[in-house]
């Protein structure tokens, strides 16, 4: 059987890589989606073990240390990791896996995984984005002029990705992440089975 794709999503914050992903997610049952660990508490009708495996501190650490993260990050002071076994079950069974993490994190995965599709999403411009990141009306003063100095920085790091898909609109977004995967699937070095079966 052929092992299953890896694929990331990340974007700055503002892109619109939850709602590409909610989309992608409901319209692709054949991906499967890495359920991270994370140390924040769940947010509202969160359930352990669906959005997040929600650990404490320790329990966490102690995983880093047994070397169970295939990735992790301090996000915004709280841990984020990808569990190693998850990924890798889910492969072998020759499931596509999706990852939807931060920009760093996804460049560790490659670090780690060369055969990684790494998918960098961007806003269709700098002011797009400040509207984006100012209309969400959910960020302190403070903050929103946080996101909004490191937008450029964060997104110049998208040069080292695989593949870069404008979302402009969340449905032609998703119909570019669907070619890609597509177009992975079909590569020869994936299908090295398909000509065995031509062999005289
Ligand atoms: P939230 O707390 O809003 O669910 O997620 C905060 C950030 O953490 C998002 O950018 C999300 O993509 C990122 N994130 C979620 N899971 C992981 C993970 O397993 N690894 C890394 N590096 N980032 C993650």
Redesign the pocket.
Known sequence: MTKGLLITV?GA?GTG?GAVCDRLRATTPTLTY?I???T?AP?GAEVDGR??FFFDRSEFEDRIARGEFL???D??G?Y???LRSYVDRQRDAGRDVL????I???L?VKAACPEAILIFLLPPSLEELTRRIVGRGTESEESLARRLASAPTEIDVGRRYDYVVVNDAVETAVERIKAIITAERCRVERNAQLFDTFKK
Not at 99 to 102: A, G, V
């Open positions: 990340s914050s890589k890495s991270s660990a994370t924040r947010r959005e997040y990735e992790y990050a996000v915004y709280n984020y990791g990808t990852l939807e993490i931060d760093q994190g996804a560790k």
